[in-house]
């Protein structure tokens, strides 16, 4: 949130009665013309270019459009009663978007109760559409969403990514005309392309440094500037497929203000690391946790060339390895229907629930590991909020009651202040699809156009 969006929300938060309170944070926080922020002993300089009015202006019909994408329909007075926006500045706002395009009225509401005019409803509009492109291990997934977010199509497409580089391309190319057809979108109303690949990934220059399916592929993978010659009237987003799925909690407003680690749990396990905006970092490698070393003595090798990394000492095949060191215990067990299970993590914690001696024995070991790992993650980046994506989302209760006694034996970690922990369990397609939204969503809405005045006005 910038220091100007600050100060908005103060003012809003005050009763419109309170008029001295009013005067006396105009008198605080703006020093001269140029909107001189005071920060109590230290002064920090923020000067717009453009008037105060202006930004008002800017920044109500911003928070005026997000609420009318966010519902089905709405009412002047609904969107006053959110945002506490008059409602004059609120008709001159929706007279504007709808010289835009961007919304339009659907009929008249119900009177209340007392009687009176019926309002009239709108409801968000917009012909653009996103399309959503995220790689797994067997196949590419593609999904078109509108500027609500909702799905209009989606497809897989099965792949082998020991193929080359160059029938990737192939295969990407007429499946996008392809999908396009299908959802009967014309080039003109496709706004943006958002690639997701795991891997080391450039988001600046779009270029992909290391991808983990293809490492036959090579390095410096240029994609974004192969998709812009293909489309060079859309936006092309090529990014990390760990950070799309962790900014998809962006969209939701309990999290926009935190320090964020979303964990994502699937093949490997890496994370995202946001404050306000998702962090990458000089080399793209920030939230590589998945290479933290955690037992130096550990005997394999991880794909990175170092020992004991964090992935591996969770990873399935060491869950599996676990099992099978328990010859006496492992036929009495009822994990041993689900070794060689597709989802044996999961079934893991279900049987740990269910009180499977075995399986709570290795439960307790990962919950130890995942301990180490979060007080690394305190140590470099201290979050307030701890999300579990993918596979280890699923942990269950007992998982939970072991990781919070592991967590207090770092004793100098306050346990009422330490990072809440949340497990998202939506599927991972869903993640990299609100993600991909996002991003581009974003850059779509920043548009200044939208916010200016009518010719009317």
């Given at each position: 949130?910038?220091?100007?969006?600050m100060?908005?929300?103060?003012?809003?938060?005050?009763?419109?009665?309170n008029?001295?309170?009013?005067?006396?944070?105009?008198?605080?926080?703006?020093?001269?013309?140029?909107?001189?922020?005071s920060?109590?002993?230290?002064?920090?300089?923020?000067?717009?270019?453009?008037?105060?009015?202006?930004?008002?202006?800017?920044?109500?019909?911003?928070?005026?459009?997000?609420?009318?994408?966010?519902?089905?329909?709405?009412?002047?007075?609904?969107?006053?009663?959110?945002?506490?926006?008059?409602?004059?500045?609120?008709?001159?706002?929706i007279?504007?978007?709808?010289?835009?395009?961007?919304?339009?009225?659907?009929?008249?509401?119900?009177?209340?109760?007392?009687?009176g005019?019926?309002?009239?409803?709108?409801?968000?509009?917009?012909?653009?559409?996103?399309?959503?492109?995220?790689?797994?291990?067997?196949?590419i997934?593609?999904?078109i969403?509108?500027?609500?977010?909702?799905?209009?199509?989606?497809?897989?497409?099965?792949?082998?990514?020991?193929?080359?580089?160059?029938?990737?391309?192939?295969?990407?190319?007429?499946?996008?005309?392809?999908?396009?057809?299908?959802?009967?979108?014309?080039?003109?109303?496709l706004?943006?392309?958002?690639?997701?690949?795991?891997?080391f990934?450039?988001?600046?220059l779009?270029?992909?440094?290391?991808?983990?399916?293809?490492?036959?592929w090579?390095?410096?993978?240029?994609?974004?500037?192969?998709?812009?010659?293909?489309?060079?009237?859309?936006?092309?987003?090529?990014?990390?497929?760990?950070?799309?799925?962790?900014?998809?909690?962006?969209?939701?407003?309990?999290?926009?203000?935190?320090?964020?680690?979303a964990?994502?749990?699937?093949?490997?396990?890496?994370?995202?690391?946001?404050?306000?905006?998702?962090?990458?970092g000089?080399?793209?490698l920030?939230?590589?946790?998945?290479?933290?070393?955690?037992?130096?003595?550990?005997?394999?090798?991880?794909?990175?060339?170092?020992?004991?990394?964090?992935?591996?000492?969770?990873?399935?095949?060491?869950?599996?390895?676990?099992?099978?060191?328990?010859?006496k215990?492992?036929?009495?067990?009822?994990?041993?229907?689900?070794i060689?299970?597709?989802?044996l993590?999961?079934?893991?914690?279900?049987?740990?629930d269910?009180?499977?001696?075995?399986?709570k024995?290795?439960?307790?070991?990962?919950?130890?590991?995942?301990?180490?790992?979060?007080k690394?993650i305190?140590?470099?980046?201290?979050p307030?909020?701890?999300?579990?994506?993918?596979?280890?989302?699923y942990?269950?209760?007992?998982?939970?009651?072991?990781?919070?006694?592991?967590?207090?034996?770092?004793?100098?970690?306050?346990?009422?202040?330490?990072?809440?922990?949340?497990?998202?369990?939506?599927?991972?397609?869903?993640?990299?699809?609100?993600?991909g939204?996002?991003e581009?969503?974003?850059?779509?809405?920043?548009?200044?156009?939208?916010?200016e005045?009518?010719?009317?006005?």
């Amino acid at each position: 949130m910038t220091m100007l969006e600050m100060r908005i929300e103060i003012w809003y938060r005050i009763p419109k009665q309170n008029e001295k309170l009013k005067k006396y944070i105009e008198k605080k926080f703006y020093k001269n013309e140029n909107m001189r922020w005071s920060m109590g002993k230290e002064e920090e300089k923020y000067t717009k270019d453009a008037s105060m009015p202006s930004d008002l202006k800017y920044l109500n019909r911003k928070r005026i459009l997000q609420m009318i994408r966010n519902e089905q329909v709405v009412s002047v007075n609904d969107i006053s009663e959110a945002t506490r926006i008059s409602r004059p500045t609120i008709k001159r706002a929706i007279q504007s978007f709808e010289e835009k395009g961007l919304l339009v009225s659907v009929g008249k509401g119900s009177s209340t109760n007392t009687g009176g005019k019926r309002p009239e409803l709108y409801t968000f509009c917009c012909e653009k559409v996103i399309l959503c492109i995220y790689l797994e291990k067997k196949y590419i997934h593609f999904a078109i969403l509108n500027m609500k977010n909702e799905c209009i199509r989606e497809k897989e497409v099965l792949f082998n990514y020991e193929d080359t580089f160059e029938k990737f391309q192939h295969i990407l190319r007429h499946n996008i005309y392809l999908i396009l057809q299908e959802a009967e979108t014309s080039y003109e109303d496709l706004y943006g392309i958002s690639l997701a690949i795991g891997g080391f990934v450039d988001r600046k220059l779009g270029i992909v440094r290391f991808c983990a399916l293809a490492p036959e592929w090579g390095r410096n993978i240029p994609i974004k500037a192969w998709l812009e010659e293909l489309f060079p009237k859309q936006v092309i987003v090529v990014e990390n497929l760990v950070r799309i799925a962790g900014g998809s909690l962006l969209l939701e407003e309990k999290y926009r203000s935190k320090r964020i680690v979303a964990i994502y749990t699937e093949e490997g396990i890496s994370a995202c690391y946001i404050d306000g905006e998702v962090l990458t970092g000089r080399n793209a490698l920030i939230g590589e946790i998945g290479h933290m070393t955690i037992d130096y003595s550990d005997k394999e090798v991880c794909s990175c060339g170092s020992r004991g990394c964090f992935e591996r000492m969770v990873s399935e095949d060491r869950i599996k390895e676990k099992l099978k060191e328990n010859p006496k215990k492992l036929p009495c067990s009822t994990m041993k229907q689900w070794i060689e299970s597709d989802e044996l993590i999961r079934h893991l914690f279900e049987e740990a629930d269910k009180g499977d001696e075995l399986a709570k024995e290795i439960v307790s070991y990962v919950a130890e590991m995942f301990s180490l790992i979060l007080k690394n993650i305190a140590i470099n980046f201290d979050p307030e909020i701890i999300v579990v994506q993918g596979k280890y989302a699923y942990a269950g209760e007992y998982f939970e009651s072991e990781l919070k006694e592991a967590r207090k034996k770092a004793g100098f970690f306050p346990e009422e202040t330490a990072s809440k922990l949340y497990y998202d369990m939506r599927p991972l397609r869903e993640l990299q699809r609100f993600g991909g939204y996002h991003e581009l969503a974003e850059m779509f809405f920043e548009n200044p156009q939208f916010y200016e005045g009518t010719t009317l006005e």
